[in-house]
């Protein structure tokens, strides 16, 4: 059936490294994909999103980048801070209004 | 605006006893999504309303389970009765529209326990 891979399923990096987490997603009709950062307790809340119009999409130290042929999508997060210490999910849309999410990246961020 | 607001943020209650869960989307929102959190299954989509009409349930797990949406303010989730299995954080989200690519919001989720 349809669905999203998420790798890594955690991943450590030295404040101010980078970090980037990758999905790719199987229904080739999907057009819009949301990433969404959860803390501890709260709900998730998107923090960028990219449609299939557009191959990458920046603001300010996150970017996405997407490859439609290879059902690719990925967020890159530079200059990394202790408050990018998250669980990170990406998505990708089915059909009307579904969306299905990857499995998440628990990102630490060490001083 | 104050966001998607759901209550209560905890539940605790015991096998068999009945547990309603409510939402309040963002105001001018015209759908609205529930969803499963566990850490075995991650987010899973139960049901979605569009204009307060169900659209898609095919995610409910068992006829345990219900949801409803009388107004554009207010959505509940029951689930009656209740299984030590349905311990998760339950969460609503809602969006502006009922479209592939708009946004959806989310609140900040009930964590239901049942012992």
């Known amino acids: 059936g349809e669905n999203v891979e998420q790798h890594p399923s955690t991943l450590s990096v030295q404040e101010g490294d980078s970090a980037v987490i990758k999905c790719t997603y199987s229904?080739?009709?999907?057009?819009?994909f949301p990433w969404y950062k959860q803390e501890l307790g709260k709900g998730p809340q998107l923090i960028i999103d990219?449609?299939?119009?557009?191959g990458e999409k920046k603001d300010q130290r996150i970017a996405v980048t997407l490859n439609k042929t290879a059902k690719h999508f990925s967020l890159h997060i530079t200059e990394t801070q202790p408050e990018d210490s998250a669980v990170y999910f990406c998505?990708?849309?089915?059909?009307?209004?579904?969306?299905?999410f990857g499995s998440g990246t628990r990102l630490s961020i060490r001083p | 605006d104050a966001g998607v607001i759901q209550s209560p943020r905890h539940e605790v209650t015991e096998m068999g006893q009945e547990v309603t869960l409510r939402c309040k989307p963002i105001?001018?929102?015209?759908?609205l999504f529930w969803y499963r959190q566990t850490m075995m299954r991650g987010l899973e989509l139960l049901i979605y309303?569009?204009?307060?009409?169900?659209?898609?349930d095919s995610g409910m797990p068992e006829d345990r389970f219900s949801a409803k949406m009388p107004n554009a303010s207010f959505s509940t989730l029951k689930i009656q009765p209740s299984e030590p299995r349905d311990s998760a954080v339950y969460f609503c989200?809602?969006?502006?529209?009922?479209?592939?690519?708009?946004?959806?919001?989310f609140g900040p989720g009930t964590r239901l326990t049942v012992l």
């Open positions: 989200a809602s969006s502006l529209v009922a479209s592939t690519t708009d946004t959806q919001y």
């Open positions: 229904d080739s009709a999907s057009n819009y």
């Open positions: 990219i449609r299939s119009n557009v």
């Open positions: 998505a990708a849309t089915l059909r009307a209004s579904k969306i299905i």
């Open positions: 105001s001018g929102h015209n759908s």
């Open positions: 309303f569009n204009n307060n009409v169900p659209i898609d």
